[in-house]
């Protein structure tokens, strides 16, 4: 079928049919030649956002590199539910070492891509936020500060969801985990922890860092994209809701990585060698209540007494994050 | 060609000949010297194509060389002491995985106490990883056993641990012979993987296995390991044909023809114990020594044989299995199953206690009368000791061990140790 332009109106959000784009803006996925990177039948959950944000962001980084792409992976949900013995997902070459070593066992494999004279073939490592964050920070740093040729993308949940939800250092303050239990005097994970990856990646000047949600696949894709453009030390920081973890319902992942977008509470942006370069606007601005309410693990702050103050604390968290990142496009 | 060299110097050499392709390197004593030189020859030039990363600490070494590897490319590293136990997941995993990566541990102790001298305490704290294990005798051995080491990892498809005893090894200058290029790719093949990441054809490397077949997948790993049994003693005896020197093999007697008491040992000791029995069989003293060079898989036959027509065995090792005795010693125990001779475990040279003539002399004489204790530390100054458990009886609040041994010594460097 050939391609016909055709006029229409936007609605006010993305929810642009990928028919009425050109074809090199349309989404990976919507072609019949996608890549499958991660086939059907794997053990995710229902409505798990990291299988969706894998799927996009691999099969994307195939379509850049046109099928050259080799993928090490961090212990973690990921892993698992893609290789139950003796099956296996991935379409692609693909190896999992250990919790804390995917991007070290990464820059192992580029090495040896480029002193075989293979350098067309890329690499991509992968974990989730504890892997990458926590157990595995020290070799992401050290990928970084050596500037090795891999594109990391992290995929946060705000947890390790697979070993049964308990706190990493990008739990978000006040959310309850098996380890940050919604109990006490100041229940959920305490405030002035944890770390934003994202902002330490750009301190290491790589070449590009972005972050990125489920929410919106296609901004997703672009900056996939863009990384396999550019050779040295890449990250991308996906955020990934997990209905297990988070309390959601499954047909609400998209929904909720949109408000953790909309109301600040995680910045989407795009950076090369330590300078933010875009942001993607808060389009509706939301107060965070609308963000945290839907979830569990915050429903201590919704009970008879609300925590007023707590909630305050988190929108003051969001408004940081809205001014130091300029997301209403203020700059 | 003969060369007057450091023992790092010559096992650099040694490699670069194997045409590594991917060398990690993060810095522990004994073993820079080792990483420094291969460093100079990528960064020179002289050593391509190969590609040296500088990494953040040993676990990410070995991780590093679990992707090399398992995109195709033949990987080396080196460590020591603590640097093995920080990288020791990546090292079961590397044998997990199969993948055949060479690596130099320069022997040294292990701490608490902060230790940097020569024991074998590391690399055996590591014996049940899955590696091959061989130990050098001296830098000639060194040198060879990473050449076979490639060949025979490779063919495996399994890690190999060329051990080789820090600062007394890696520090010492010895007349070594360098083999050339040709020599080393006459006997060393290009590393044919047997599996590989490659996009042309997708595989999974490492998936989850559950009960239903990790037994299956283990005991693939001990059948594979049991297949070196056969090959190294082939590959040493295709090693003298191309290099023209015996190098190598499982374990090699020494003197024990017709021998009552015979000493089992690992590395470089061995020339010592040497001394001592050609000095003692001079006196007329049935006396001779088994050194063994491969340590994992354990050549159980082998040592068996080597041992049978003795009344005695003692066994001296620079390791120890706190809380039984000895390590070595219950590996050869286990070798000597259903045998009726005397056993003694001798706990020797930990942190880099000197082992003199004079004691093993002392110690083989009392051997031989059979009044040694099963388990003896040599040299083990028992007044330090009792001071300071009459200090622990006395107060409840002792103190550090370490430092409370040292405040009684006094002057360490002073000493003769």
Redesign the interface.
């Given at each position: 079928m050939s391609f016909q332009p055709i006029k229409f109106y936007q609605t006010g959000t993305f929810t642009v049919g990928n028919r009425l784009l050109p074809p090199e803006q349309r989404s990976v996925q919507a072609s019949g030649k996608r890549f499958n990177s991660i086939n059907s039948g794997h053990r995710a959950c229902q409505g798990c956002g990291e299988a969706l944000g894998a799927r996009y962001a691999i099969d994307a980084a195939m379509e850049a590199t046109d099928g050259r792409l080799v993928a090490a992976n961090a212990t973690g949900c990921l892993e698992v539910f893609s290789t139950p013995y003796p099956e296996t997902s991935w379409q692609i070459p693909w190896i999992h070492s250990l919790f804390g070593n995917a991007a070290a066992v990464a820059t192992g494999i580029a090495a040896a891509l480029k002193v075989k004279g293979q350098a067309q073939t890329r690499v991509v490592a992968q974990g989730g936020d504890g892997g990458t964050t926590d157990i595995g920070f020290g070799c992401l740093s050290g990928m970084f500060e050596r500037n090795d040729d891999v594109l990391y993308i992290c995929y946060d949940n705000g947890g390790y969801m697979n070993t049964g939800v308990q706190r990493s250092s990008a739990t978000p303050p006040a959310a309850r985990t098996a380890t940050t239990p919604a109990v006490g005097a100041a229940p959920g994970n305490v405030f002035g922890q944890g770390k934003f990856v994202p902002a330490i990646a750009l301190a290491h000047d790589i070449p590009y860092v972005a972050t990125a949600t489920v929410a919106d696949l296609r901004d997703l894709e672009a900056k996939v994209r863009r990384a396999m453009e550019i050779r040295g030390a890449r990250y991308i920081h996906i955020l990934v809701p997990c209905p297990l973890g988070w309390g959601t319902q499954s047909n609400e992942t998209i929904k909720m990585a949109r408000l953790a977008k909309e109301t600040g509470i995680f910045p989407v942006f795009e950076a090369e060698h330590g300078e933010i370069k875009a942001v993607l606007p808060i389009r509706h601005q939301l107060p965070v209540e609308e963000y945290l309410k839907p979830q569990k693990r915050y429903a201590h702050l919704f009970g008879k007494q609300p925590q007023v103050e707590v909630i305050a604390r988190l929108q003051a968290l969001a408004d940081r994050n809205i001014k130091r990142y300029g997301l209403l496009g203020q700059g | 060609m003969l060369k007057q060299m450091e023992g790092s110097r010559a096992v650099a050499e040694a490699v670069a000949l194997c045409r590594p392709?991917?060398i990690?390197a993060y810095p522990i004593s004994p073993q820079t010297h080792i990483v420094e030189a291969l460093g100079e020859m990528v960064k020179d030039g002289s050593l391509a194509?190969?590609?040296f990363?500088?990494?953040?600490?040993e676990?990410?070494a070995m991780?590093?060389?679990?992707?090399?590897?398992?995109?195709?490319?033949r990987?080396y590293t080196a460590t020591a002491s603590q640097g093995l136990l920080y990288m020791a997941?990546?090292v079961f995993?590397a044998s997990g995985?199969g993948l055949p990566i060479v690596m130099t541990v320069a022997n040294r102790a292990i701490g608490a106490p902060i230790n940097i001298w020569n024991d074998h305490s590391d690399a055996l704290a590591m014996r049940d990883a899955g590696w091959i294990q061989l130990f050098a005798e001296n830098n000639q051995e060194a040198l060879d056993l990473h050449i076979q080491a490639f060949r025979l990892g490779e063919e495996l498809s399994l890690p190999v641990m060329v051990c080789m005893d820090g600062f007394i090894l890696t520090h010492a200058f010895e007349r070594v012979d360098m083999p050339t290029q040709a020599q080393v790719d006459a006997y060393l093949p290009c590393y044919e993987p047997r599996q590989v990441?490659?996009?042309g054809?997708?595989?999974?490397?490492?998936?989850?296995?559950?009960p239903?077949?990790f037994m299956e997948v283990r005991y693939l790993a001990h059948a594979r390991q049991m297949e070196a049994l056969k090959l190294i003693p082939a590959y040493a005896a295709e090693f003298k044909a191309v290099f023209g020197r015996d190098s190598g093999g499982l374990c090699h007697s020494y003197r024990t023809e017709d021998a009552e008491t015979i000493v089992v040992a690992m590395g470089s000791v061995l020339g010592t114990i040497k001394d001592v029995i050609d000095e003692m069989r001079e006196a007329g003293h049935k006396i001779g020594v088994l050194g063994i060079t491969l340590f994992r898989p354990f050549p159980v036959e082998g040592v068996r044989a080597g041992l049978l027509g003795a009344k005695r065995v003692v066994v001296l090792e620079k390791s120890m299995a706190v809380g039984l005795g000895g390590i070595l010693s219950t590996n050869v125990r286990m070798a000597l199953s259903g045998l009726h001779m005397h056993g003694y475990t001798v706990i020797a040279g930990l942190g880099g206690r000197a082992i003199t003539r004079k004691s093993l002399l002392g110690l083989f004489l009392k051997a031989e009368k059979d009044e040694l204790d099963h388990v003896t530390f040599l040299d083990l100054d028992w007044v330090m000791v009792n001071k300071q458990l009459e200090r622990e009886k006395a107060h409840r609040r002792s103190g550090p061990v370490a430092e409370n041994l040292l405040r009684d010594v006094g002057v360490v460097a002073a000493r003769n140790y």
């Amino acid at each position: 079928m050939s391609f016909q332009p055709i006029k229409f109106y936007q609605t006010g959000t993305f929810t642009v049919g990928n028919r009425l784009l050109p074809p090199e803006q349309r989404s990976v996925q919507a072609s019949g030649k996608r890549f499958n990177s991660i086939n059907s039948g794997h053990r995710a959950c229902q409505g798990c956002g990291e299988a969706l944000g894998a799927r996009y962001a691999i099969d994307a980084a195939m379509e850049a590199t046109d099928g050259r792409l080799v993928a090490a992976n961090a212990t973690g949900c990921l892993e698992v539910f893609s290789t139950p013995y003796p099956e296996t997902s991935w379409q692609i070459p693909w190896i999992h070492s250990l919790f804390g070593n995917a991007a070290a066992v990464a820059t192992g494999i580029a090495a040896a891509l480029k002193v075989k004279g293979q350098a067309q073939t890329r690499v991509v490592a992968q974990g989730g936020d504890g892997g990458t964050t926590d157990i595995g920070f020290g070799c992401l740093s050290g990928m970084f500060e050596r500037n090795d040729d891999v594109l990391y993308i992290c995929y946060d949940n705000g947890g390790y969801m697979n070993t049964g939800v308990q706190r990493s250092s990008a739990t978000p303050p006040a959310a309850r985990t098996a380890t940050t239990p919604a109990v006490g005097a100041a229940p959920g994970n305490v405030f002035g922890q944890g770390k934003f990856v994202p902002a330490i990646a750009l301190a290491h000047d790589i070449p590009y860092v972005a972050t990125a949600t489920v929410a919106d696949l296609r901004d997703l894709e672009a900056k996939v994209r863009r990384a396999m453009e550019i050779r040295g030390a890449r990250y991308i920081h996906i955020l990934v809701p997990c209905p297990l973890g988070w309390g959601t319902q499954s047909n609400e992942t998209i929904k909720m990585a949109r408000l953790a977008k909309e109301t600040g509470i995680f910045p989407v942006f795009e950076a090369e060698h330590g300078e933010i370069k875009a942001v993607l606007p808060i389009r509706h601005q939301l107060p965070v209540e609308e963000y945290l309410k839907p979830q569990k693990r915050y429903a201590h702050l919704f009970g008879k007494q609300p925590q007023v103050e707590v909630i305050a604390r988190l929108q003051a968290l969001a408004d940081r994050n809205i001014k130091r990142y300029g997301l209403l496009g203020q700059g | 060609m003969l060369k007057q060299m450091e023992g790092s110097r010559a096992v650099a050499e040694a490699v670069a000949l194997c045409r590594p392709e991917v060398i990690c390197a993060y810095p522990i004593s004994p073993q820079t010297h080792i990483v420094e030189a291969l460093g100079e020859m990528v960064k020179d030039g002289s050593l391509a194509p190969c590609e040296f990363i500088n990494v953040e600490s040993e676990f990410a070494a070995m991780s590093v060389a679990v992707g090399a590897s398992a995109a195709g490319a033949r990987s080396y590293t080196a460590t020591a002491s603590q640097g093995l136990l920080y990288m020791a997941e990546a090292v079961f995993n590397a044998s997990g995985l199969g993948l055949p990566i060479v690596m130099t541990v320069a022997n040294r102790a292990i701490g608490a106490p902060i230790n940097i001298w020569n024991d074998h305490s590391d690399a055996l704290a590591m014996r049940d990883a899955g590696w091959i294990q061989l130990f050098a005798e001296n830098n000639q051995e060194a040198l060879d056993l990473h050449i076979q080491a490639f060949r025979l990892g490779e063919e495996l498809s399994l890690p190999v641990m060329v051990c080789m005893d820090g600062f007394i090894l890696t520090h010492a200058f010895e007349r070594v012979d360098m083999p050339t290029q040709a020599q080393v790719d006459a006997y060393l093949p290009c590393y044919e993987p047997r599996q590989v990441l490659d996009p042309g054809e997708p595989v999974s490397i490492g998936a989850m296995v559950g009960p239903e077949a990790f037994m299956e997948v283990r005991y693939l790993a001990h059948a594979r390991q049991m297949e070196a049994l056969k090959l190294i003693p082939a590959y040493a005896a295709e090693f003298k044909a191309v290099f023209g020197r015996d190098s190598g093999g499982l374990c090699h007697s020494y003197r024990t023809e017709d021998a009552e008491t015979i000493v089992v040992a690992m590395g470089s000791v061995l020339g010592t114990i040497k001394d001592v029995i050609d000095e003692m069989r001079e006196a007329g003293h049935k006396i001779g020594v088994l050194g063994i060079t491969l340590f994992r898989p354990f050549p159980v036959e082998g040592v068996r044989a080597g041992l049978l027509g003795a009344k005695r065995v003692v066994v001296l090792e620079k390791s120890m299995a706190v809380g039984l005795g000895g390590i070595l010693s219950t590996n050869v125990r286990m070798a000597l199953s259903g045998l009726h001779m005397h056993g003694y475990t001798v706990i020797a040279g930990l942190g880099g206690r000197a082992i003199t003539r004079k004691s093993l002399l002392g110690l083989f004489l009392k051997a031989e009368k059979d009044e040694l204790d099963h388990v003896t530390f040599l040299d083990l100054d028992w007044v330090m000791v009792n001071k300071q458990l009459e200090r622990e009886k006395a107060h409840r609040r002792s103190g550090p061990v370490a430092e409370n041994l040292l405040r009684d010594v006094g002057v360490v460097a002073a000493r003769n140790y």
